[in-house]
């Protein structure tokens, strides 16, 4: 891009090789983020609600009142941990690194892992799917190979909704994680281009629900305000969500189908608990009680569905800890440890890397197990707690499995939870 284009910020961002695109207000040059690039502009600052922008330090006190990241007041939808799952009792979870285990200890939980995998299926189906709606937006040449793959990995979520009999009308759509908000987006041009409308009573059979935390920018679910077909955010973290009390919901009671494509391990436990294992209606005895600090693998802990399942193996949450560890061994596992590694800049690192084990653990078992071994017990510790899963919905009354929707060119990530109730009564699930 030679020069940026018209009404847009004129500063060139490295990174992505090509100039911002914010809108610039009349007259101006940069965007608000980028204008300190102006002779005589206002020391910018990080915005204390929020690191991820700035704001001029001029008008601070009145963007504080207008941040999109302030307290805002609470919905009715929003209660307290409801999908938290049962508060762990008894002493608090012992935290140790992988890299402080000694060959023994690592052993030992090698041999836990092979001992509770007995019996499962461990051969992943592949079911690369497609859905002709994407396919024109696929044969844009003017899409990256990013979009390309977010794009296959849409369209083999629809294809595989498709095959379930999941996408259809008389339905409402619940997107958990939904960001911008386009699998919901893909969803709607399926049914549209299928089941072209035809009278005000068929605007009526449809609705989205896009569940995202955070304040998400360029979302795509405003191109879709057709009278009637309600496309409507909670913006609420899932944990807090009681879809009971979402009035759009209750209003039409449509059957139910659930999506997510972003949802990671512990939201994804959240969302099945919100889905399938809230609690029903309780006093308001006044506010909730405060919530003691607990760590990152106490709150997967409590959150995991499939508690009842590794229990009964004779795993708790100390092995469920390291098992989730050790599950980034199938992404990572093939990575180059912390000492073959090239130099990186931390702030261009992927999220995906972030995400991840440290590198000292890679390292710290580098010597104990080859890569190819690493990503074997990998995909073994991420099936054991899939399974899990699956015990959860089966109990539950659904039919649920696990496929590899896209291949692992287009992203490691790449195994559908999907359940479908056996009988029409249940909320169908696909996540």
């Given at each position: 891009?030679?020069?940026?284009?018209?009404?847009?910020?004129?500063?060139?961002?490295?990174?992505?090789?090509r100039?911002?695109?914010?809108?610039?207000?009349?007259?101006?040059?940069?965007?608000?983020?980028?204008a300190t690039?102006?002779?005589?502009?206002?020391?910018?600052?990080v915005?204390?609600?929020?690191?991820?922008?700035?704001?001029?330090?001029?008008?601070?006190?009145?963007?504080?009142?207008?941040?999109?990241s302030?307290?805002?007041?609470?919905?009715?939808?929003?209660?307290?941990?409801?999908?938290?799952?049962?508060?762990?009792?008894?002493?608090?979870?012992?935290?140790?690194?992988?890299?402080?285990?000694?060959?023994?200890q690592?052993?030992?939980l090698?041999?836990?892992?092979?001992t509770a995998?007995?019996?499962?299926?461990?051969?992943?189906?592949?079911?690369?799917?497609?859905?002709?709606?994407v396919?024109?937006?696929?044969?844009?040449?003017?899409?990256?190979?990013?979009?390309?793959?977010h794009?296959?990995?849409?369209?083999?979520?629809?294809g595989?909704?498709?095959a379930?009999?999941?996408?259809?009308?008389?339905?409402?759509?619940?997107?958990?994680g939904?960001?911008?908000?386009?699998?919901?987006?893909?969803?709607?041009e399926?049914?549209?281009?299928?089941?072209?409308?035809?009278?005000?009573?068929?605007?009526?059979?449809?609705?989205?629900?896009?569940?995202?935390?955070?304040?998400?920018?360029?979302?795509v679910?405003?191109?879709?305000?057709?009278?009637?077909?309600?496309?409507?955010?909670?913006?609420?973290?899932?944990?807090?969500?009681?879809?009971?009390?979402?009035?759009?919901?209750?209003?039409?009671?449509?059957?139910?189908?659930?999506?997510?494509?972003?949802?990671?391990?512990?939201?994804?436990?959240?969302?099945?608990?919100c889905l399938?294992?809230?609690?029903?209606?309780?006093?308001e005895?006044?506010?909730?009680?405060?919530?003691?600090?607990t760590?990152?693998?106490?709150?997967?802990?409590?959150?995991?569905v499939?508690?009842?399942?590794?229990?009964?193996?004779?795993?708790?949450?100390?092995?469920?800890?390291?098992?989730?560890?050790?599950?980034?061994?199938?992404?990572?596992?093939?990575r180059p440890?912390?000492?073959?590694?090239?130099?990186?800049?931390?702030?261009?690192?992927?999220?995906?890397?972030?995400?991840?084990?440290?590198?000292?653990?890679?390292?710290?078992?580098?010597?104990?197990?080859?890569?190819?071994?690493?990503?074997?017990?990998g995909?073994?510790?991420?099936?054991?707690?899939?399974?899990?899963?699956?015990?959860?919905?089966?109990?539950?009354?659904?039919?649920?499995k696990?496929?590899?929707?896209?291949?692992?060119?287009?992203?490691?990530?790449?195994?559908?939870?999907?359940?479908?109730p056996?009988?029409?009564?249940?909320?169908?699930?696909?996540?």
């Amino acid at each position: 891009m030679a020069a940026p284009l018209p009404g847009r910020c004129g500063f060139f961002v490295e990174k992505k090789k090509r100039f911002c695109k914010m809108i610039v207000a009349r007259g101006n040059v940069f965007c608000g983020e980028h204008a300190t690039q102006e002779e005589g502009s206002c020391r910018r600052i990080v915005c204390p609600l929020d690191p991820k922008h700035t704001v001029s330090e001029d008008k601070l006190e009145k963007h504080l009142k207008k941040c999109n990241s302030r307290e805002k007041p609470k919905p009715g939808y929003y209660v307290e941990n409801i999908n938290a799952g049962p508060a762990a009792g008894g002493e608090a979870l012992q935290q140790v690194s992988l890299c402080d285990l000694s060959r023994t200890q690592l052993q030992s939980l090698l041999d836990k892992l092979k001992t509770a995998a007995t019996g499962l299926q461990c051969d992943i189906e592949d079911g690369f799917l497609s859905h002709p709606v994407v396919q024109e937006e696929l044969d844009d040449p003017k899409n990256g190979d990013s979009a390309n793959k977010h794009l296959k990995q849409q369209s083999s979520l629809l294809g595989h909704m498709e095959a379930l009999g999941l996408l259809g009308r008389g339905r409402s759509f619940v997107e958990f994680g939904a960001g911008r908000g386009k699998l919901s987006h893909w969803i709607h041009e399926a049914l549209r281009r299928r089941d072209p409308l035809k009278t005000s009573e068929d605007l009526k059979d449809l609705q989205f629900l896009l569940v995202e935390r955070s304040s998400t920018r360029f979302k795509v679910d405003g191109k879709h305000q057709e009278a009637g077909v309600q496309f409507e955010r909670l913006q609420v973290d899932i944990q807090h969500l009681d879809l009971s009390k979402v009035a759009p919901l209750t209003d039409r009671k449509l059957p139910l189908v659930a999506v997510g494509k972003h949802l990671c391990g512990a939201a994804t436990d959240l969302a099945l608990r919100c889905l399938l294992d809230t609690p029903g209606p309780r006093e308001e005895s006044g506010p909730p009680p405060k919530r003691l600090k607990t760590s990152e693998e106490e709150d997967s802990w409590r959150h995991y569905v499939g508690k009842e399942f590794f229990l009964q193996r004779g795993i708790g949450a100390e092995e469920f800890s390291a098992f989730c560890r050790m599950s980034s061994w199938a992404t990572c596992g093939m990575r180059p440890t912390n000492q073959d590694a090239p130099s990186q800049d931390p702030a261009n690192q992927s999220r995906e890397e972030e995400e991840h084990e440290p590198a000292e653990e890679r390292d710290a078992v580098s010597g104990f197990l080859s890569v190819k071994e690493r990503e074997q017990v990998g995909r073994l510790c991420k099936q054991l707690i899939d399974a899990g899963r699956i015990h959860f919905l089966q109990e539950r009354g659904f039919n649920s499995k696990l496929t590899r929707y896209v291949s692992s060119q287009v992203t490691l990530e790449n195994v559908l939870l999907t359940a479908v109730p056996r009988t029409p009564h249940c909320r169908e699930t696909s996540c």
